[in-house]
């Protein structure tokens, strides 16, 4: 993660506005009856977690990419070099869809 994306997450840990999109990002995951797929630490609240919810959404079809970047409350040019982490991390680790 970049030194912004550091600075973003000691800040978002906090953020009760962050933690009702994590809940929100939950409930969309959970109305797609795909919950079970998302290890159980993932399930608690940090920034890092929201993302990694937020990420699994969008590449399952759950989201939309503005989606994303609104509940990860980021600038619209904050999301492309993120998109383009999140394709390399799936590419080297899978993800829980796999």
């Known amino acids: 993660m970049t030194s912004a994306g550091s600075q973003i997450k000691g ?12 809940e929100l990002v939950k409930e969309i995951i959970a109305g797609q009856d795909m919950l079970s797929r998302v290890p159980e630490e993932y399930l608690v609240f940090s920034f890092q977690h929201l993302e990694d919810l ?8 759950f989201i939309q990419l503005g989606e994303a970047r609104q509940f990860l409350l980021l600038p ?3 999301m492309k070099p993120r998109l383009r982490q999140w394709y390399e991390e799936i590419r080297e680790k899978g993800c829980w869809l796999c």
């Open 54 to 61: 937020v990420k699994f959404a969008y590449f399952a079809g």
């Open 11 to 22: 800040v978002a840990d906090n953020n009760p506005q962050l933690q009702h999109h994590f």
């Open 76 to 78: 619209k040019e904050a």
